[in-house]
């Protein structure tokens, strides 16, 4: 079962502007992550927010979480081409579970 | 740094054979994962497994089996290959204790002719 949806499915944006994406969710959530993929790869980690958190940040990455609207962006700040790739949303609800949108496919163009 | 390998980067396989694809980490995690991924639908959890010798259905296990007789291994199996099994298979872990951060190996992109 899907349980984020990212918005937009793509974004190409030019080198130093910034970047963001949206995720909404359906259920109740533990916390919410962001990972990310470069084209035929794994997964990466980005950032995580629990629950009780509204903003987390890490590096050139914001992240913000609103409970009532179950909806998360990420910003990425001062972009750079290195930053193209995939980026998904994943929701952890009980089990150590985690379900992951759809994604976005971001282009920085240099 | 956490490393989780995965045995095969392309994996060409004819339809009704048996498959095998392999995932270890090396970081003692007791929580592995086997999603496929396919566009537009995101990554679908498969099975998952808590500890050795256990094991819990994802959101799609159909035509899939896993095995964990390593702590540091998970194997997922496709019993007799379909076309509709053609993907990309992802492996991940984590550790069990309230981190819920996962790691992924690279993926095994499997093709069923």
């Known amino acids: 079962s899907q349980q984020g949806e990212e918005d937009p499915q793509a974004l190409s944006i030019q080198e130093g502007e910034n970047a963001t994406m949206n995720c909404s969710y359906k259920?109740?959530?533990?916390?919410l992550q962001w990972y990310r993929q470069n084209s035929g790869r794994g997964l990466v980690h980005l950032i995580l927010i629990r629950s009780n958190e509204r903003e987390k940040h890490s590096g050139r990455l914001r992240v913000t979480l609103d409970t009532s609207k179950k909806s998360s962006s990420l910003l990425i700040t001062a972009s750079r081409a290195a930053d193209t790739a995939s980026y998904f949303c994943?929701?952890?609800?009980?089990?150590?579970?985690?379900?992951f949108g759809t994604g976005t496919r971001l282009t920085i163009i240099p | 740094d956490v490393k989780v390998t995965q045995s095969s980067r392309y994996l060409v396989k004819r339809t009704g054979e048996k498959v095998f694809l392999e995932c270890v980490q090396d970081?003692?995690?007791?929580?592995m994962f086997w999603y496929r991924q396919d566009p537009g639908l995101g990554l679908r959890l498969i099975y998952f497994s808590y500890d050795v010798k256990m094991k819990e259905k994802g959101d799609i296990p159909e035509g899939y089996s896993v095995s964990r007789e390593k702590k540091e291994r998970f194997s997922l199996i496709l019993e007799s290959a379909s076309t509709n099994q053609t993907s990309m298979y992802l492996c991940?872990?984590?550790?069990?204790?309230?981190?819920?951060?996962?790691?992924f190996g690279p993926g095994t992109r499997l093709t069923v002719t």
């Open positions: 970081m003692d995690h007791e929580n």
């Open positions: 991940a872990s984590t550790n069990g204790d309230g981190i819920y951060e996962q790691y």
């Open positions: 259920t109740s959530i533990n916390n």
């Open positions: 994943a929701t952890e609800s009980l089990n150590e579970k985690l379900t």
